[in-house]
């Protein structure tokens, strides 16, 4: 009974759909149910975005905020910082982050917070689907006894429970929520079979699976893939220093092969929410199965161990010159993760300014998306210009963030010594002598 | 002089062209340059093959006989055992194997054999091109010296010589010679210049890259890349059965992913001439600089671990019907080491039977492709018929190899138990209880 209301109101887009965490995953699924028809409720506990969102402006990049401004306008996109409000939803899907503690551990408050926020309005019929990136189980062993069995719900048939896995995939011009498929595994096949539907609304294509744990690691898979591939492809990057070839060309000549190869780049480590974090999920949850996740630890060790791997290539460079790291001047070139965005979150560069000042050199960066950074230590640096006379009279210029916008052949003509860690001089020649990774 | 001369012989194709080594990679390239064109001597130790290539037969499943008749008979075509023949030759291509000893490390024994037998006959003008798989610093280190230096000829004006890895995938029904971009690397530039204009004859687009050593890690890292995501998904094979969840599914639901992914599939254990040995070529050489190469250690190790795994999955499935190895009568299915081929090389079947043997159980296989086998120890065992009795008296059937033509419904229709290494049986249903990896 319970079944098929729900799913008549899902397919009649009469369901309405409240969504818990409005960032770079919350915002844009929002927008693109509410393009369907469906009446969205945001939830966010910064007042800031839920005040922009019912002002019917954007703070993400790849939404726009004509877009916002019209689903807004419609009636169709609100917000909020209560729970409270999202009572009357037919349909609830949470975005929340799942960052790692300072020991590696998952911090799973954000999960914890968001099911206990809900499990205070959860009624009978209600679906709720988890999107954070989390440990293989998480949907079984934390929603479910929050959700459903504390409050004798039976799930399945009083009320719908699902993992459905975000792909968003920050700045990508091609691919998103709606002709990304969208992989769902339900705790029953009610469960899943209801998700699915929800999902259909706003994704071109739903794939389900017969679990939610099997849900849970098709995201883990995803990432821990991308994870070991840069961790391989920078060990790479050692070794062909070591054998005196050049990394970026035999990465490129590779890439010409048609079949069985994927190509990925070395570089000054990895930053951002996911790739670094989200296999150590994976890992931490085999750890308790008594197994150690091989591939993940050593792509782990390998990954975070770049940058010091840069503070060498920068001590050589210097070598060559007759300098030491204490007492030079080193200007690092860009401080976001990765290039054309402005995300410092675990960025490599945060890393690589502290082991520098560490070993006394001083140190000032250029971004032209990151106008201050909170360094290690808690000091607060600005973004300095760059000048002829910042490049002239700096001992190395540090290349961490490929940034498209930064002018190649002024640097070239202005620096002495380049650290080049992303092949961003490729193609360029100046007065500066440029060094590799 | 020399650079022009050579150059105009090829362009016109009036050069000849030797190639040592006419096996699954010397073959197709030596076909396809005489489809150019130019004359072909192909010269092999084996006298059955130069014989059938001079009765205008093929031995090799991507070559039809049909194309070696006509290429024959046309004069363009013709084969010798003997290093004496290819002294008229403008061009010597190199295509032996490159195994492994027992040790593990290279064995580049067939490299300084043909080597030294182009030596024997080596002159000026002479273009020679190394394809087979190797260490970085090869064609420096062991071509020059022998073909140059101990001659007085000079590389890059009287002498050519370069590295162009082979990228042949046997059995691919898209990309050949032809149409696989040809990564070449040379000692001087004048040597991949001219050995560029001799694979544009053969091949629809060249790759150069600068230097032979480049040119050797393209083929390396195209290896690793394999032999390390094949550990990688071997690795989660054995972690999703730790979580109960079905790895084939995760697989396939992240392959929805349309951007960032590549699906590789778990099995047995790697098999064949390349991807498990190629790696161990780049991390020997590593070992030589006082570096691990750690990912290539560790893929190896997993890998190699796979047929263990699998004797460990027979036995706790033989455990759920109160049976044990020592005593059952095991059927091995499959023991080529890939799909609807008949080559047995590095296949983990030959390890599976010799561990199942070890543990005392009675095996037999079944392979439409390969009639006998030699196993460890040197016995020799034949392919039974895969019968209802056969299959009926059998307490476990061990899948290794998933070629196609293998009738899945009669297998799970008279099999009591069949452990499933490469998920062969999706889709079909009978009185079999299968277990997958």
């Not at 990508?172 to 259909?200: D, F, M, Q, W």
């Not at 998306?369 to 290690?376: D, G, H, I, K, T």
Request: glycine letters at 8%; charged letters at 20%; hydrophobic letters at 40%.
């Amino acid at each position: 009974m319970s079944r098929e209301t729900v799913l008549q109101k899902l397919r009649d887009r009469t369901a309405q759909v409240g969504i818990v965490g409005m960032g770079y995953v919350g915002l844009p699924l929002a927008v693109e149910f509410a393009e369907a028809g469906l009446h969205v409720l945001g939830m966010d506990l910064i007042p800031e975005k839920v005040e922009m969102l019912n002002r019917g402006e954007s703070y993400i990049i790849d939404v726009p905020t004509a877009q916002v401004a019209r689903l807004h306008q419609a009636g169709l996109l609100r917000a909020t910082t209560r729970y409270e409000d999202l009572a009357p939803m037919d349909a609830i899907l949470i975005c929340v982050p799942t960052p790692l503690r300072k020991t590696k551990d998952p911090d799973m408050s954000f999960i914890y917070a968001a099911t206990e926020g809900v499990a205070k309005i959860v009624h009978k019929d209600l679906v709720i689907s988890l999107e954070s990136t989390t440990y293989p189980g998480t949907t079984e062993e934390v929603l479910v006894p929050l959700l459903a069995t504390d409050h004798g719900l039976k799930v399945g048939e009083d009320i719908f429970i699902a993992f459905s896995p975000e792909r968003v995939d920050p700045g990508n011009p091609t691919y998103g929520v709606r002709n990304t498929p969208k992989v769902v595994g339900g705790v029953t096949p009610a469960c899943v079979e209801i998700a699915a539907t929800l999902y259909s609304a706003a994704c071109d294509r739903v794939i389900p699976v017969s679990s939610t744990q099997a849900a849970e690691m098709v995201k883990l898979l995803e990432n821990t893939f991308r994870a070991v591939n840069i961790g391989l492809v920078n060990e790479m990057a050692i070794m062909c220093n070591k054998l005196g070839v050049n990394v970026w060309e035999v990465i490129e000549a590779a890439a010409s092969k048609p079949f069985g190869f994927m190509p990925f780049y070395p570089g000054p480590g990895l930053g951002g929410h996911c790739i670094p974090i989200d296999p150590l999920y994976l890992s931490w949850k085999l750890k308790a199965l008594n197994y150690n996740a091989r591939f993940i630890e050593l792509a782990s060790e390998i990954n975070t161990s770049m940058p010091y791997y840069v503070i060498n290539r920068v001590a050589d460079a210097l070598n060559d010159d007759r300098k030491s790291i204490r007492g030079s001047q080193i200007v690092v070139l860009g401080v976001a993760y990765k290039r054309d965005i402005d995300d410092v979150r675990e960025s490599p560069a945060l890393d690589i300014i502290h082991l520098l000042e560490e070993k006394g050199a001083t140190v000032c960066y250029h971004d032209p998306f990151v106008a201050s950074v909170r360094l290690e230590g808690g000091r607060t640096a600005h973004s300095q210009p760059l000048t002829a006379d910042l490049l002239g009279s700096a001992d190395c210029v540090v290349w961490v963030t490929d940034h498209s916008k930064i002018d190649r052949q002024f640097l070239l003509d202005n620096a002495r010594l380049v650290v080049d860690t992303r092949n961003a001089t490729k193609g360029y020649s100046g007065k500066a002598r440029v060094v590799g990774l």
